[in-house]
């Protein structure tokens, strides 16, 4: 037996009496149910705040838009320098041809096109903000066959500005075959013009307040000839295929 103050006794190991559980402190949460809806309502405020963040950032960008007004960049092939074009049948009589004698009655097999340009294309910025330029690679074909790559690295350019770009191509001894080295040929020979097509997809994005809009793109088509005998360039029309998002 054990004797405690205030005259209580307990036997040990015995269950304590009603007053003792009575007086112990009450120790523990809320309830299950409470902590969940807590939980809830904290979520529910990040969501509003959220919404109220996104809002707030379409509500400035709208402002943004209508006091810069931002307009389409405009990127064109300005210049085209011949350095050296050549047409090279395989046979003898049809490189007679190429250099302007007669067209051999034999149709070639093939035709080997030799050729270095350089292209300077100019980039305009109408706008009050800069633009940034992505990394742009220009395909240079003949009857839709690529021939070579013009690559323009990529750049910003401010406000209001006029940019020139220069880029060569270089193609040696490209092997033209069948049909297409037929009319590459006769192109040379008889027409001395060799119609060539540049296309290219320019990507853009306008920069406002250290931030970027999102990419334009613009696609330049160019159609140029190139007198063989002359060395020069005797045709050229681009435009703008069109504008997307």
């Not at 037996?1 to 307990?10: A, D, F, L, Q």
């Not at 292209?119 to 021939?147: C, E, Q, S, W």
């Amino acid at each position: 037996m054990t004797t405690r103050s205030n005259g209580e006794h307990h036997h040990g190991g015995g269950p304590p009496s009603y007053q003792q559980q009575q007086r112990r402190p009450h120790y523990g949460g809320a309830p299950y149910g409470g902590g969940s809806a807590s939980f809830r309502g904290c979520c529910c405020c990040i969501f509003l705040l959220l919404t109220f963040l996104a809002l707030l950032a379409l509500a400035v960008a709208l402002v943004v838009v209508l006091v810069v007004k931002p307009r389409k960049p405009q990127f064109d092939l300005n210049q085209v320098s011949v350095q050296y074009l050549l047409v090279t049948p395989p046979s003898s009589s049809a490189a007679s041809a190429a250099m302007g004698g007669t067209v051999a009655a034999a149709v070639p097999a093939a035709a080997y096109l030799s050729l270095n340009i350089t292209l300077l294309f100019t980039a305009v910025n109408p706008n009050k903000v800069g633009i940034r330029y992505g990394a742009t690679a220009f395909d240079v074909m003949y009857h839709g066959v690529p021939l070579g790559v013009a690559a323009v690295p990529g750049f910003e350019q401010p406000a209001h500005s006029t940019r020139l770009l220069q880029t060569r191509v270089i193609v040696d001894r490209f092997n033209v075959l069948q049909a297409d080295a037929q009319d590459l040929v006769r192109d040379a020979a008889i027409s001395d013009r060799v119609d060539l097509r540049i296309t290219g997809d320019v990507g853009a994005k306008i920069l406002v307040l250290g931030f970027s809009s999102p990419k334009v793109q613009v696609s330049v088509d160019c159609a140029i000839a190139i007198s063989p005998r002359r060395q020069s360039l005797t045709y050229k029309q681009c435009g703008v295929d069109g504008l997307s998002v």
